[in-house]
């Protein structure tokens, strides 16, 4: 049995070749949902959606989120009819009064439905009705996703970080945002003075915790806003810390593949590089570099080449992985 923490892009990459090296059915995977938003009162959680739909074969791979070859009438019609009611776009992230009110789950993550600032598509729509209809009927986020999972036939267990609310927060000179806001609707541009995870207190769920107790992989995911929320749930640190954990970088060096994972490290107090990623991971026993990468760490480390564009570079980095975990065994 293996456990992959994910985000949405780097640990989702390295699944999607990996199952000849970890057959799907030993595979947990175990997702962030700091990024989770609740927009007009659907619940969307795009991190453990790019795992559910490319477990289930119907991700947009040139996005990494979303359904391939999805329409997006509604969401096209709730921006004309925004623009027709003289409403500005969005984001519309409601007040501090509204964030505390109504759903816990929904805490600090909440926007209005008006002008929909992320494009929701129209199957992709119906997951988020879905999801939010079984919490609504009393389900836990965990209860739901197995839900998902199962309808989607995605091949691995996939289980939220918790089933509590953790909602990433970047605060920057213009003010506080959920991170939603921050990346899709300002482009990562505004400069990141702190991120903040609230609230505190999640807790670890059984099923989380019994998932932890077997090998982890630390995918190549953001380490802040990917990685972190994960780390702020009560529980979370410590169980890394007795087991096996392996982590495959983000970065070559002091490049960094793609998103916002460099500023996001330096506002956190780490070296945006390998090197700040195994000072952020203490808890991990070896890591998967690059063959480029000559950051010497004070741990194992196995080198391949980490970029997974084709076909067939996830298999590779999937066989380091499982290497560097035969090596931290030892
Ligand atoms: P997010 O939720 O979309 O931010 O996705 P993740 O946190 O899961 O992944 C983002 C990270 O994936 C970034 O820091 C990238 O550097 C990393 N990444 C993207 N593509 C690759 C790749 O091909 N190889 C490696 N090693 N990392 C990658």
């Known amino acids: 049995m293996v456990t992959f923490l994910a985000g949405g892009t780097g640990t989702p990459k390295l699944l999607a070749g990996s ?6 059915s030993s595979v947990t995977v175990v997702g962030n949902t700091g990024d989770d938003v609740e927009l ?9 959606d790019t795992v ?15 359904i391939a070859d999805d329409t997006t009438a509604t969401h096209d019609e709730l921006e004309r009819l925004a623009d027709a009611a003289g409403l500005a776009a969005g984001p519309r992230y409601l007040d501090d009064e ?9 805490r600090w993550r909440r926007f209005s439905g008006v002008a929909e600032f992320m494009l929701i598509g129209d199957r992709d729509r119906a997951i988020h009705v879905t999801r939010t209809g079984l919490l609504d009927e009393g389900e836990t986020l965990t209860a739901v996703t197995e839900r998902l999972a199962g309808a989607l036939e995605v091949p691995w267990r996939v289980l939220p970080m918790s089933n509590d609310p953790v909602a990433t927060l970047i605060h920057t000179p213009q003010g506080m945002m959920h991170f939603q806001e921050f990346w899709v609707a300002r482009n990562g541009e505004p400069a990141v003075d702190r991120v903040e995870f609230r609230e505190r207190g999640a807790t670890l769920t059984r099923s989380v915790g019994d998932a932890l107790t077997d090998p982890v992989v630390v995918g190549p995911s953001n380490p802040v806003t990917s990685i972190g929320p994960m780390l702020a749930v009560d529980g979370v640190p410590e169980a890394l810390a007795e087991t096996t954990v392996v982590a495959v970088s983000p970065f070559v060096e002091d490049r960094v593949f793609s998103g916002p994972a460099a500023d996001l490290m330096a506002a956190a107090g780490y070296e945006p590089s390998t090197a700040g990623v195994a000072e ?12 480029a990468d000559e950051t010497g760490l004070d741990r194992p480390v196995v080198r391949t080449d980490i970029a997974m564009d084709e076909p067939g570079d996830s298999t590779r980095v999937a066989r380091a992985v499982q290497e560097a975990l035969e090596v931290a065994a030892r």
């Open 98 to 106: 509204a964030q505390t009110a109504g759903r816990r789950l929904a």
């Open 19 to 24: 199952g000849s090296v970890f057959p799907p």
């Open 40 to 48: 007009g009162g659907l619940l969307v959680c795009p991190d453990i």
């Open 280 to 291: 952020a991971y203490p808890f991990a026993d070896a890591f998967v570099l690059d063959t």
């Open 52 to 66: 559910l739909f490319l477990g289930g074969d119907i991700l947009d791979r040139d996005t990494w989120w979303g």
